[in-house]
């Protein structure tokens, strides 16, 4: 059993739901990001998004685009995200799951990612703009290493595609809110709880919805639902608002301390 898989079994054998922050690794830097990964791990997330920076973010809206370019700007690449968390691995064993467009993990080598996620600490990997019908080879090559795929469903997703997207996940399956891109939203959408009854209909792996989420109403919202929320945008414009601050790590820990209900 992955270690994602063993945290929502524990989440599901207490009764709980999960909570899964994101943050865009090397913004403002690198030693930031190894903090934060061990701060939110202590603040209660089930696991960890690390978001590897792209110069073209298609799916993510402004804050994380901005939060990108900071990154990207420091020179940050795979390789220093990858040895990011190997450095965070000595004080948390939090599962972690990188988030990345696909064109760096290519250029990086698809047999060396996996290879060096095991040793490092990657518990899994989402592409975001990978589409399932061409995932085969990338989805074989990580199941062959014991890492999980974890796919984006949305609501405009058919029926056909589900079912081809339960049959290569694992983890969790992470369902997008709405249509359109990252950000903070002020009202979830219904369509969430509708896609993630679809999804069910198709597998049995954990649902995480995300995309909009930024407040504890809205992850209260979602926990009726589904088996965890995602925050993204919301902690990424808490990293942006204190940048620079001394305190910073501790000001997003008590962020997302605050995201979870009691």
């Given at each position: 059993?992955?270690?994602?898989?063993?945290?929502f079994?524990?989440?599901?054998?207490?009764?709980?739901?999960?909570?899964?922050?994101?943050?865009?690794?090397?913004?403002?830097?690198?030693?930031?990001?190894?903090?934060?990964?061990?701060?939110?791990?202590?603040?209660?997330?089930?696991?960890?998004?690390?978001?590897?920076?792209?110069s073209?973010?298609?799916?993510?809206?402004?804050?994380?685009?901005?939060?990108?370019?900071?990154?990207?700007?420091?020179?940050?690449?795979?390789?220093?995200?990858?040895?990011?968390?190997?450095?965070?691995r000595?004080?948390?064993?939090?599962?972690?799951?990188?988030?990345?467009?696909f064109?760096?993990?290519?250029?990086?080598?698809?047999?060396?990612?996996a290879?060096?996620?095991?040793?490092?600490?990657?518990?899994?990997?989402?592409?975001?703009?990978?589409?399932?019908?061409?995932?085969?080879?990338?989805?074989?090559?990580?199941?062959r290493?014991?890492?999980?795929?974890?796919?984006?469903?949305a609501?405009?997703?058919?029926?056909?595609?589900?079912?081809?997207?339960?049959?290569?996940?694992?983890?969790?399956?992470?369902?997008?809110?709405?249509?359109?891109?990252?950000?903070?939203?002020?009202?979830?959408?219904?369509?969430?709880?509708?896609?993630?009854?679809?999804?069910?209909?198709?597998?049995?792996?954990?649902?995480?919805?995300?995309f909009?989420?930024?407040?504890?109403?809205?992850?209260?919202?979602?926990?009726?639902?589904?088996?965890?929320?995602?925050?993204?945008?919301a902690?990424?414009?808490?990293?942006?608002?204190?940048?620079?601050?001394?305190?910073?790590v501790?000001?997003?820990?008590?962020?997302?301390?605050?995201?979870?209900?009691e």
């Amino acid at each position: 059993m992955s270690r994602i898989s063993e945290a929502f079994k524990n989440l599901g054998g207490a009764g709980r739901r999960g909570f899964i922050p994101y943050i865009t690794a090397g913004d403002p830097d690198l030693e930031t990001t190894r903090a934060l990964i061990v701060e939110l791990a202590r603040a209660g997330a089930t696991l960890v998004e690390l978001g590897v920076p792209f110069s073209d973010p298609v799916a993510d809206g402004p804050t994380i685009q901005r939060a990108s370019e900071r990154a990207l700007r420091n020179g940050t690449g795979l390789a220093d995200v990858l040895q990011t968390l190997a450095d965070a691995r000595r004080e948390t064993d939090v599962p972690v799951i990188l988030f990345s467009y696909f064109n760096p993990l290519l250029q990086f080598g698809v047999e060396h990612l996996a290879e060096t996620c095991i040793r490092v600490g990657v518990d899994g990997v989402l592409a975001t703009d990978l589409v399932p019908e061409e995932s085969a080879d990338f989805n074989a090559t990580l199941a062959r290493h014991g890492l999980d795929q974890i796919f984006l469903v949305a609501p405009t997703t058919s029926d056909a595609r589900l079912r081809m997207i339960a049959g290569r996940a694992s983890g969790f399956v992470y369902a997008v809110s709405r249509a359109g891109v990252t950000g903070a939203r002020e009202e979830m959408s219904a369509e969430a709880a509708r896609l993630v009854a679809r999804v069910r209909g198709v597998t049995d792996l954990p649902v995480a919805v995300g995309f909009g989420i930024s407040t504890p109403a809205q992850v209260a919202d979602v926990w009726r639902y589904a088996d965890a929320a995602v925050v993204g945008s919301a902690l990424v414009a808490e990293i942006e608002k204190h940048a620079g601050s001394s305190d910073l790590v501790a000001r997003v820990g008590a962020f997302a301390r605050s995201l979870i209900p009691e």
